[in-house]
């Protein structure tokens, strides 16, 4: 049997990873939590995950500068980063945009409200 891959979910948003969280498990993944980036970057470098589900707007280090900071990282440069972002409806008024997440190297991104069944399928895409 294939070793079970460690997906790590970061967000502000309490009901969001545990939504995400609880599906991905269901789908035979192991799942990792954090709720802003400094948790997030202490999480993996603890464990390293096969792939991270990141938001982009949280508090102290955002979605971003994590992205930023994994793929300048040889150590953790390959893993897969699969983006959230709430800012495709408002692009124009946020400093947040796609082109950003896609510029600093994140491997794909889903936009909130997050369709989980799409976003499993896009983690055991990237996975693969």
């Given at each position: 049997?294939?070793e079970q891959k460690y997906v790590l979910i970061v967000d502000d948003d309490p009901d969001l990873v545990q939504a995400v969280a609880m599906n991905l498990s ?103």
């Amino acid at each position: 049997m294939a070793e079970q891959k460690y997906v790590l979910i970061v967000d502000d948003d309490p009901d969001l990873v545990q939504a995400v969280a609880m599906n991905l498990s269901s789908k035979g993944l192991e799942v990792g939590q954090a709720y802003d980036g400094i948790e997030a970057m202490e999480s993996i470098k603890a464990r390293r995950p096969d792939l991270v589900v990141l938001d982009v707007m949280m508090p102290r280090k955002n979605g971003y500068e994590v992205c930023e900071e994994l793929k300048n990282d040889p150590q953790y440069k390959n893993i897969p980063v699969l983006m959230l972002t709430a800012v495709g409806s408002a692009v124009s008024t946020t400093t947040y945009t796609h082109q950003e997440g896609m510029r600093l190297l994140a491997d794909d991104y889903i936009a909130k409200p997050v369709d989980l069944n799409k976003l499993a399928s896009m983690v055991r895409d990237l996975i693969a």
